[in-house]
C-alpha cells in the first residue's frame, strides 16, 4: 500500500488525480495511483469529480465504426489477455469483473482517446496531433478550451462552447514553457471561434508547457505580460 505523501497540497493531488483521468502518467505512476484509490478516499474524489468533469467531452466524438484492422487487433488483445500463464494466478470471471482498478484504468483511457478523437474531428482533419492541451476554468475545472498541434510549429486553439465576456474586455492567449523569463502572449480570442496561431517566433513546444486565457482589456495586456484573472489554464500533453 501506498500512501499519501505527507506534504502533498490539494492542488497537487488534483492535477494528479487529473493526469490519472487523462491517461498522462507512466505506467509506474499509474501503478502507485491505482494502489493509492484502494484506501485514499480524497484521491479517489479528486479521480471521481474529473471524469464526471470529462465526459461531457466524449459528445464531440460521432461514433466510429472500426476498421477490420482495429478489431483484429482488439482480438488478438483479448485472447492474450485469455491466455492462461503458469506464472501468474488465476483470476475468476467474478474478481476480473470487480477489479476496480482495472475499469479506471479502461476509464482513464477511454476519456484521453475520446479527447484527442474530439479535437480531430473538430478540426475535421485526419492528421494526428502531437500535442494536446485542455484548458480549464480553474475555478470548477470546467473544459472550456482544446489545443491541438500537428506539427511543433502551429497550434489550434478549439472552443467547446461559446464563453461570455464582458463587452469592454477581451480573451488574450498565453504560453510558457519552463526555463522562459515569462509568458508570451499568442494573440487575442474571439469566444466560439477556433484560433490558428504559427509559432514561428517561439521555440519549438514542449511536454507540459503551460498555457492559458486570461481577460485582459479590450486591446489586450498594455505591459506584454497578464494582468487579468485567468479564465482558462492547461499544460501540453506529448500524444505521439
Known amino acids: 500500500m501506498i500512501n499519501r505523501p505527507t506534504d502533498e497540497t490539494p492542488e497537487a493531488l488534483d492535477e494528479l488525480a487529473s493526469e490519472y483521468v487523462l491517461g498522462t502518467l507512466s505506467a509506474e505512476q499509474r501503478a502507485e495511483v491505482q494502489q493509492r484509490l484502494r484506501s485514499d478516499i480524497a484521491l479517489r474524489n479528486a479521480v471521481d469529480n474529473w471524469e464526471r468533469r470529462l465526459l461531457g467531452l466524449t459528445k464531440l466524438a460521432e ?8 478489431w483484429q487487433r482488439i482480438e488478438r488483445s483479448v485472447n492474450a489477455l485469455n491466455r492462461p500463464s ?12 470487480n477489479r476496480l482498478s482495472l475499469w479506471r484504468g479502461l476509464t482513464g483511457a477511454g476519456l484521453a482517446a475520446s479527447l484527442l478523437l474530439g479535437a480531430m474531428l473538430l478540426t475535421q482533419t485526419t492528421v494526428k496531433p ?4 485542455v484548458l480549464v476554468a480553474p475555478q470548477d475545472k470546467a473544459p472550456g478550451w482544446v489545443i491541438q498541434a500537428s506539427n511543433p510549429r502551429e497550434i489550434q486553439l478549439i472552443p ?3 464563453v461570455e465576456v464582458p463587452a469592454d474586455k477581451a480573451l488574450e492567449f498565453w504560453t510558457k514553457a519552463e526555463g522562459w523569463q515569462g509568458p508570451v502572449s499568442l494573440g487575442l480570442v474571439k469566444p466560439g471561434q477556433t484560433l490558428s496561431v504559427p509559432l514561428d517566433k517561439l521555440p519549438p ?5 503551460l498555457f492559458e486565457l486570461t481577460l485582459e482589456n479590450s486591446n489586450g495586456s498594455p505591459i506584454g ?3 487579468g484573472p485567468i479564465q482558462f489554464i492547461g499544460r501540453a500533453v506529448k500524444v505521439l
Open 86 to 97: 503458469s506464472t501468474t494466478r488465476t483470476i475468476t470471471p467474478a474478481t476480473w469483473w
Open 130 to 133: 502531437t500535442y494536446l492541451v
Open 63 to 70: 461514433p466510429q465504426t472500426p476498421s477490420a484492422h482495429l
Open 205 to 209: 513546444l514542449e511536454p507540459n508547457q
Open 225 to 227: 505580460k497578464p494582468t
Open 160 to 162: 467547446l462552447g461559446v
